[in-house]
């Protein structure tokens, strides 16, 4: 089993900055792969990024890329993102996901390829 627990959103107005931080627990050290996803309210729930616990191979969404950036601390077990440039559409809740499945070079970018969850954070923009 592994825990994630998810801090850091928050209110921002437009054009800053914030940082989600994603810290994992329990059985973590064979897991391969962590992401985030938002979900905006009457949106279905999207992935943003997702990076492998190696750090090898990463994965962007065309809408969040340039402007966040996931990085993982594995002696804390954490993953990050920072969300700069921040824009109104980019309120919504925040979840890190993570996995024990994958193949080498490849990131999961569905919601189904993670069996593990943290609680979401809301991030609200402000105009």
């Known amino acids: 089993q592994v825990q994630l627990v998810v801090s850091g959103g928050g209110l921002v107005q437009a054009g800053g900055s914030l940082r989600l931080s994603c810290a994992a627990s329990?059985?973590?050290?064979?897991?391969?792969?962590m992401g985030w996803f938002r979900q905006a309210s009457a949106k279905e729930r999207e992935v943003l990024t997702a990076i492998t616990w190696s750090g090898d191979t990463t994965y962007y969404a065309i809408s969040v890329k340039g402007r966040f950036t996931i990085s993982r601390d594995n002696a804390k077990n954490t993953v990050y993102l920072q969300m700069n440039n921040l824009k109104p559409e980019d309120t919504a809740v925040y979840y890190c996901a993570a996995t024990f499945r994958g193949k080498f070079g490849v990131v999961p970018t569905t919601d189904g390829g993670y069996e593990y969850w943290g609680q979401g954070t809301q991030v609200t923009v402000s105009s």
């Open positions: 329990g059985r973590t050290f064979s897991m391969y792969a």
